[in-house]
């Protein structure tokens, strides 16, 4: 504790300063650019990776990066989502995975949280990740299989942060952006869904892959 309480003063002397206008800028309101779900692991910091400042991104974080899917769960990830889009207006979603995550390894091996029915329970809530992992890539060693796992998570939750009304709405607006990344501890490196190609790669600022479904026509059709 005495460690977090010095740096509470360091930031009070130091870093709060030298970004003053920034908080008074900060302290009647804010208007993040994007909603970044990611997961609680303590090594993941979207500020860190994203470089982004106070104010810029709207977080919520559990226990591997879950998206009840709307209507099943009235819990702080549902409430934030519906906050973010409706309230803050923010034109980005992002969902970021992580490498070497306690909650994907506990999904694919169920029986190491036998005593914890709560994360269990969560964990559920990746079962169709799991079985796209185990019934497609049924050879992979360990580790490749705890990557592939990580990554089709991120699809999964993409899939369920569509069901929720007010995403769905500003995705077939046009005025939303869904992106799925996955965060590489050991190396630093992000790599995120290209809907186009179908598959990960590496994020490179002159061609940002997103998520987002293609935005439909009108499907009314005039009937005689
Ligand atoms: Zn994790």
């Known amino acids: 504790m005495k460690r977090l309480v010095e740096g509470i003063k360091r930031f009070q002397t130091e870093v709060f300063p030298a970004k003053a206008a920034l908080f008074a800028d900060l302290a009647t309101g804010q208007t993040p650019r994007a909603l970044f779900i990611t997961c609680g692991d303590s090594r993941v910091e979207p500020t860190l990776i994203t470089q982004a400042n106070p104010g810029e991104l709207f977080t919520l974080k559990n226990v591997g990066n879950i998206v009840p899917p709307y209507g099943s769960m009235v819990g702080g990830v549902s409430a934030g989502i519906e906050y973010a889009v409706e309230a803050l ?14 909650a994907m390894k506990a999904v694919l091996h169920p029986e190491s949280v036998a005593g914890m029915p709560t994360i269990g329970e969560w ?57 799925g990344w996955v965060y590489v501890i050991h190396s630093g490196a992000v790599i995120g869904f290209d809907a186009e190609q179908g598959r990960f790669i590496p994020l490179d600022e002159t061609h940002i892959p997103t998520a987002t479904p293609r935005v439909r026509g009108r499907a009314l059709v005039q009937a005689d």
């Open 89 to 102: 207006q923010v034109k980005h979603i992002i969902i970021c995975g992580h490498s070497d995550c306690g």
């Open 123 to 179: 964990l559920r809530q990746a079962d169709a990740a799991r079985r796209v992992a185990l019934d497609n890539y049924p050879d992979l060693r360990e580790d490749e299989k705890l990557d592939v796992l990580t990554q089709e998570n991120v699809l999964a939750q993409l899939d369920n942060l569509k069901t929720h009304p007010s995403v769905a709405s500003g995705i077939a607006r046009g005025t939303l952006n869904l992106y």
